[in-house]
C-alpha cells in the first residue's frame, strides 16, 4: 500500500505493538522501527514499564506507553478512514502470566486484525488461547501467528498434529486455531487454511536473534494499513528477506544485524519499483 497525496497519519494506518520485557526490551525497538520503515502512520508500543524509557530514546515518534496503563484503556478498534492492527508477543517470556493477559486482552477486545508472536505463542498454544482465536475466526477477525519449528511443535502439541511437513503443518495449524500462520524458517511457510504460499527467497544472514521480531513489526505494519492478512504476510516476509540480502551483499551473511536488516527495508522496498511517490 502506498500512501496517496490526501494521507493523514491515521489513514495510513495505526499499529498497536505490544511487545518488549524487562529481559527483552530491545524487541519492542526493532519491532517498532520495522513498523515505521513498513510505512505504519502511528506506532504506539504498549511495553514493561521498566522498558520505557530505553523503547522512548530510541526512537523519539514512537508513541510508547506502559502495558499497566493498556490492560484498562480503550480496545482498538479500526475502520476504513482509520485501519489499525495490533502485533503482540515481540520479547515476552513465554512463561509468565503478564504474557497471557496482554495476549487475551487483545484477543478478546481488538476490533482489528492481531499479530501474534514471540512469548506470546506460547499462551496461544493453550485451550484459552485457541478458543479465543476460533472465536474471532468465526467473528470474522483475522488473527496471524509467526511461530518459527519450535513454536510450530508446540502449538501443534495441544492438539497432537504431526509436524514431519512444515507445508502440512503451516495449513493445519491454520485449520485447527482459525488463524493465518507464517512458519518461519529456511523455507517460510504461509497459509490460511485453503492455500499455501512458498517464500523461499530467505538467507542464512536473517539466523540471528532479533530477526523475528523485524518481521513481525514489518508484518503488523501492512496489517494495520488494510493490507489483506495473506497478502501482507507474503509481502513483509518477502521484503524482509530482500532487506537481508541486500544487506549480505555489503557485509556479508556472517555479519548482517537485525539491525542491518532494518536499515536495508527501504532499498528492497526501492527495488520492488515503489519510488518518489508513484510505484513503476
Same mark, same amino acid.
Given at each position: +500500500?502506498? $500512501?496517496?497525496?490526501?494521507?493523514? &497519519?491515521?489513514?495510513? =494506518?495505526?499499529?498497536?505493538?505490544?511487545?518488549?520485557?524487562?529481559?527483552?526490551? =530491545?524487541?519492542?525497538?526493532?519491532?517498532?522501527?520495522?513498523?515505521?520503515?513498513? =510505512?505504519?502512520?502511528?506506532?504506539?508500543?504498549?511495553?514493561?514499564?521498566?522498558?520505557?524509557?530505553?523503547?522512548?530514546?530510541?526512537? +523519539?515518534?514512537?508513541?510508547?506507553?506502559?502495558?499497566?496503563? /493498556?490492560?484498562?484503556?480503550? @480496545?482498538?478498534?479500526?475502520?476504513?478512514?482509520?485501519?489499525? *492492527?495490533?502485533?503482540?508477543?515481540?520479547?515476552?517470556? +513465554?512463561?509468565?502470566?503478564?504474557?497471557?493477559?496482554?495476549?487475551?486482552?487483545?484477543?478478546?477486545?481488538?476490533?482489528? $486484525?492481531?499479530?501474534?508472536?514471540? %512469548?506470546?505463542?506460547?499462551?496461544?498454544?493453550?485451550?484459552?488461547?485457541?478458543?479465543?482465536?476460533?472465536?474471532?475466526?468465526?467473528?470474522?477477525?483475522?488473527?496471524?501467528?509467526? +511461530?518459527?519449528?519450535?513454536?510450530?511443535?508446540?502449538?501443534? &502439541?495441544?492438539?497432537?498434529?504431526?509436524?514431519?511437513? *512444515?507445508?502440512?503443518?503451516?495449513?493445519?495449524?491454520?485449520?485447527?486455531?482459525?488463524?493465518?500462520?507464517?512458519? &518461519? =524458517?529456511?523455507?517460510? /511457510?504461509?497459509?490460511? %487454511?485453503?492455500?499455501?504460499?512458498?517464500?523461499?527467497?530467505?538467507?542464512?544472514?536473517?539466523?540471528?536473534?532479533?530477526?523475528?521480531?523485524?518481521?513481525?513489526?514489518?508484518?503488523?505494519?501492512?496489517?494495520?494499513?488494510?493490507?489483506? @492478512?495473506?497478502?501482507?504476510?507474503?509481502?513483509?516476509?518477502?521484503?524482509?528477506?530482500?532487506?537481508?540480502?541486500?544487506?549480505?551483499?555489503?557485509?556479508?551473511?556472517?555479519?548482517?544485524? @537485525?539491525?542491518?536488516?532494518?536499515?536495508?527495508?527501504?532499498?528492497?522496498?526501492?527495488?520492488?519499483?515503489?519510488?518518489?511517490?508513484?510505484?513503476?
Amino acid at each position: +500500500p502506498y $500512501p496517496d497525496r490526501e494521507a493523514n &497519519k491515521y489513514s495510513r =494506518g495505526h499499529l498497536v505493538l505490544v511487545a518488549g520485557s524487562a529481559a527483552y526490551p =530491545g524487541a519492542a525497538c526493532l519491532a517498532a522501527l520495522a513498523a515505521q520503515r513498513m =510505512g505504519a502512520g502511528f506506532t504506539e508500543v504498549v511495553t514493561d514499564p521498566s522498558a520505557l524509557p530505553i523503547v522512548q530514546s530510541f526512537r +523519539p515518534s514512537l508513541v510508547v506507553r506502559s502495558d499497566e496503563t /493498556w490492560l484498562d484503556g480503550e @480496545p482498538l478498534t479500526a475502520s476504513p478512514a482509520r485501519p489499525g *492492527a495490533c502485533a503482540v508477543g515481540s520479547g515476552f517470556d +513465554p512463561g509468565d502470566e503478564r504474557s497471557k493477559r496482554l495476549l487475551f486482552r487483545a484477543l478478546d477486545t481488538a476490533d482489528a $486484525p492481531v499479530l501474534v508472536d514471540g %512469548g506470546a505463542l506460547a499462551a496461544l498454544a493453550t485451550d484459552e488461547g485457541r478458543k479465543r482465536s476460533r472465536e474471532r475466526f468465526v467473528c470474522g477477525l483475522p488473527t496471524v501467528a509467526t +511461530p518459527h519449528g519450535g513454536e510450530a511443535a508446540r502449538l501443534a &502439541k495441544l492438539l497432537g498434529l504431526p509436524t514431519d511437513d *512444515a507445508r502440512s503443518l503451516a495449513r493445519s495449524l491454520s485449520l485447527a486455531y482459525g488463524i493465518v500462520v507464517v512458519l &518461519k =524458517g529456511p523455507v517460510t /511457510w504461509i497459509s490460511d %487454511g485453503e492455500a499455501e504460499v512458498c517464500m523461499d527467497e530467505g538467507t542464512p544472514a536473517l539466523a540471528k536473534a532479533g530477526t523475528g521480531d523485524v518481521l513481525a513489526g514489518m508484518i503488523g505494519s501492512l496489517l494495520a494499513q488494510a493490507l489483506a @492478512p495473506v497478502d501482507a504476510c507474503v509481502l513483509a516476509a518477502t521484503l524482509h528477506a530482500h532487506a537481508a540480502r541486500f544487506a549480505s551483499d555489503d557485509l556479508t551473511s556472517v555479519s548482517v544485524t @537485525p539491525e542491518d536488516v532494518l536499515d536495508y527495508v527501504p532499498r528492497a522496498i526501492a527495488a520492488m519499483g515503489f519510488r518518489d511517490g508513484a510505484s513503476r
